[in-house]
C-alpha cells in the first residue's frame, strides 16, 4: 500500500512541475471532471455491484484519499502543451 502513495505522490509532482500553457479554468475543469466521474464510477462499481475495491470492500476513507490523488493529477497529464 505504500508503493501506491508513492506512486501517486510521483504523478502530483510531475504534474506540478510539468509546464503547461493552460489557463485556470481548464485546468479546474479537467480536475473536477475526471474527479466526479472516478468517484462515480468507483462508487457504482464497488458499492453497488461488489466488483472491486482499491484496499478492501466497501468505502473506506484511505481509498477516497487515494482517488483525491490519482485522478486528477492524471487527468491533467493528459491534457495538451
Partial sequence: MMYVFLCFLVFNLIAFFVSKRLIPIEIYATCV??????????????????LYGYFQEGF??????????????????????
Fill in 33 to 50: 471532471f475526471a474527479y466526479a466521474y472516478g468517484v462515480t464510477t468507483d462508487l457504482v462499481l464497488d458499492l453497488h455491484y461488489n
Fill in 60 to 81: 473506506q476513507w484511505l481509498s477516497l484519499l487515494a482517488v483525491i490523488m490519482y485522478f486528477p493529477s492524471i487527468s491533467f497529464l493528459f491534457l495538451p502543451i
